[in-house]
């Protein structure tokens, strides 16, 4: 397989499931099983082109930056608040991730722990689909001090590889007592300190593997998932607001297994 097919798939894998409740981290890693690349070598590609990502977000929600900006400058409570409650519930993965970066690093290599994530992930999806009662919360803005520490605890979750972030902290929230669409746009807001973070972090530490002639393909999977990831995005908020969380939560439990028995037969 050529690199820059390898590089397109990456950014689709990417931009498909960086902001579903799947696992981006675990698809990727699961990518290179099936596929059969050099995983040390395209690690740092797959940090590298988690911006393209992030920038979706703020194409499709430039409107609400926009107005936090306006409103933190009119030192105005609701922006206050929509700041405060994301900053809060970052901290706690970058307490975490320093702490861990290491033992992190060592799960990104195992593909039998994504597949066991992913069902236990799906089935608790599930339950807390039936259980959780949330009510309307008022937007981001609206989200309690409490409730966002305990996203952000939540979040810390997917520092195992196959739990996802997204998932994690949309059904935390709403576990929580917060509305389906506005764990959704907490999880996609949350995305941008947590991810532009992770991915500082790991370029630093890894630049030493960086080369000029990675520059093209790093940015051929930069725009893929930057466009593919616009798509995923607005249709994911429809789905999740007409049909709920079970459609993802069957999935991966159909993709753990299958990638469990594809892993004891290969």
């Known amino acids: 397989m050529s690199e820059i097919l390898t590089a397109i798939i990456l950014g689709i894998v990417e931009g498909l499931t960086e902001f579903l409740p799947v696992s981006s981290t675990g698809h990727l890693i699961l990518a290179t099983e099936l596929l059969g690349y050099d995983a040390q070598k395209w690690a740092i590609f797959n940090i590298a082109i988690q911006p393209g990502a992030i920038l979706a977000i703020v194409v499709l929600y430039w409107r609400t930056f926009m107005d936090v900006l306006s409103g933190l400058f009119k030192w105005e409570g609701s922006a206050i608040a929509f700041v405060r409650n994301l900053l809060l519930a970052f901290f706690p993965a970058v307490i975490l991730g320093l702490s861990f970066g290491d033992l992190i690093e060592t799960m990104l290599e195992n593909a039998v722990i994504v597949c066991w994530a992913l069902i236990i992930g799906g089935l608790a999806i599930l339950v ?114 007409r049909y709920g969380f079970g459609p993802f939560a069957w999935y991966r439990v159909v993709a753990g297994v299958a990638g469990l028995i594809w892993l004891a037969n290969r």
Request: proline share 3%.
């Open 128 to 241: 807390v689909e039936k259980y959780a009662r949330p009510t309307e919360s008022g937007g981001v803005s609206g989200v309690t001090v409490r409730q966002s520490v305990l996203i952000g605890l939540v979040q810390c979750l997917a520092m195992i590889p196959g739990v996802s972030r997204s998932g994690a902290t949309i059904l935390g929230a709403m576990a929580f007592g917060v509305d389906r669409k506005t764990a959704a746009e907490f999880s996609f807001f949350l995305a941008l300190p947590t991810l532009t973070g992770a991915t500082v972090l790991q370029l630093f530490k890894h630049s030493d593997q960086v080369t000029a002639n990675d520059g093209g393909l790093i940015a051929i999977g930069f725009v893929v998932s930057f466009v593919v990831a616009l798509v995923v995005v607005k249709g994911f908020v429809s789905i999740v607001t």
